[in-house]
Structure formats: C-alpha cells, structure tokens
C-alpha cells in the first residue's frame, strides 16, 4: 500500500462517524506494532514522533524506520512529524520523506502563530506535505517540553486562524491534556461543535489518553477527524516489559523487544476499535 497524506485519511466535513487515530511511536518495535495492529484491524493510521521526544530516538534515525513501515503496511499509512516547534526539524522531516508535519506554534500570540504557521505551510505544501497546526492550547506537555494549562480555544480565532493560514487540519483545545489525567477532564464539547460549525478545516484531538469511551464517540461526533494518542502506548509497552520480568527474571532481550510490540499492537487496537468501528474487517 502506498504511504498517503493524512488529509487523505479524514473522513469528509460532514461525515461524523468516524476518526482516524495519530499513534506517537519511539523506536522500530512501537512502529511495527502499530503496523501489525493496522493490518490485524484493515484500519488506516498516522504514525507519528513528536519534536519533543528525538533525544530518544533522532529524526533522521528513527524517520527512515517509520516510512519504511507505512510502505510495507497492507493499508494506507500517513507518517506525520507531532509538535514541531523548530525550522529546522519540520524541514528535516519534510526531506525524509514525512508526509505532513504539525507546526505547534500555540505559545505565541495569535497573529505570530498565524505568521510563523504560514511560513510552514508555504514550505511543506511546495513539498506536497500537508500541515496540522494548534490554535488555543492544550494542555499537559508532550515529551521534554514544560507542562502547560489548558487555554479552550476561541471559535473566531480558530476561524481567523484557519482562514488565514490555509492548514489542513487544526489542533484545538477543548480541555484535554498530554499525559495521564490527575483528574477525568470535562470535554467542552459545546466549543467543539460551535468550531466544527464554523470551519471547514479537519479538526484534530490531542491528549488522547486517559479519555473515555464515550468522550472519544462524543468527540468524534462532534467533527473531530483524528486523534492522538501517545502515553497509552508507552504505558502499555512498560507494563508488558514488566509483566515479563515478573514472570521471568532471565528474561532476554528480544523478550522485551516482543513486549514492545505486543504492548503497542494491543493499545492500537483497543483505540481503533473505539475510533472507527465501521473499518474492522
Ligand atoms: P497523550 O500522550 O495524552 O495520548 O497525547 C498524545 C498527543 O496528543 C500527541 O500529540
């Protein structure tokens, strides 16, 4: 199957009953899990690697890795740069071979975002990449940034922001956060229908993790187009590596390099089955 671009994976404006999910990976084991899961389940994905966690795993490194196993995957696979904050790795991705890249430029004033995002759009889209990028401020912090307080995102900047910027696809905040939840959040999914409402741009749900069921059904419903999910999978991945040294403390080394997969296919699955129940061969 080819390596596609996200927007080719969204479901059309009006179309609300499903979203595709963004799975963060960090090494070859997480990517070939998520792959193994897309096959298992016939569901498309978005393998992804935030800006924020390339001390473990370098870009050029790890990049290679993931396209390599979208183009072996037997469904349609986007590989998507998460959080990129600097020129410089958006650019990187984007010579990889990376398919889109978010540019999250949610800590800058709105006319600054707007300015900075356009610069990114004009560049990957001359690449023939497409760009997510995040208005508002979602909470929490993905990989080694500082943790940040949700700012809900506002329906007439979101417009403005669309319009001005020409992205394909938006972040917004509606109160969720990266990492695992203290407290169960309370969605505002009123805003999120007021902004679905407003704009056509594919709407995007980060801090996936920790979410109900019913959150993700009630998102989804409610124009979200893809969501991300990250901690879940790492969780997973450490619980399993755990679960085999319980067991055995002689455990080897591709012993854990099975945990890894298994943990992430098994975490991927559980998501995409919540996401996109239609898809399941
Ligand atoms: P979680 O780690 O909360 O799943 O968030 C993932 C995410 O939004 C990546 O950008």
Redesign the pocket.
């Known amino acids: 199957m080819p390596l596609v671009k996200m927007t080719e994976l969204f479901a059309a404006h009006d179309d609300t009953s499903f979203a595709v999910g ?1 799975f ?1 990976v960090s090494n070859m084991e997480m990517a070939w899990g998520a792959i193994q899961a897309a096959e298992e389940l016939q569901t498309p994905l978005i393998l ?1 690697i ?1 800006e924020g966690r390339l001390r473990y795993s370098p870009l050029d490194l790890l990049g290679p890795v993931m396209l390599a196993a979208a183009k072996r995957c037997k469904v349609p696979v986007a590989v998507h740069l ?2 990129g904050g600097t020129l410089e790795t958006i650019k990187l991705a984007l010579s990889l071979g990376f398919t889109s890249v ?1 540019f999250d430029g949610s800590k800058y004033p709105l006319e600054e975002n707007i300015r900075r995002t356009k610069e990114v759009v004009e560049l990957a889209h001359a690449q023939g990449a497409a760009v997510e990028a995040e208005i508002g401020r ?1 909470g ?1 912090a ?1 990989g080694d940034y500082k943790s940040v307080d949700v700012l809900v995102t506002s329906v007439d900047e979101a417009k403005k922001f669309a319009e001005e910027t020409g992205v394909d696809a938006l ?1 917004v905040a509606i109160g ?5 939840y203290t407290v169960q959040p309370k969605l505002r999914i009123d805003r999120l229908k007021e902004i679905f409402d407003a704009i056509k741009t594919p709407l995007v ?6 979410l109900t069921e019913d959150d993700f059904k009630n998102c989804i419903a409610n124009g979200i187009k893809k969501i ?7 969780d997973n991945s450490a619980r399993k590596i755990r679960e085999v040294c319980a067991a055995n403390p002689n455990a080897k080394f591709f012993d854990f390099s099975d945990a890894i997969v298994c943990g992430t296919c098994e975490n991927v699955k559980r998501h995409m089955k919540i996401f996109n129940p239609e898809r399941q061969a």
């Open positions: 963004a963060n992804q935030a998460d959080h978010m979602v929490g993905e972040a969720t956060a990266h990492g695992n749900l980060h801090g996936g993790t920790g991300n999910i990250a901690t879940a999978s790492y």
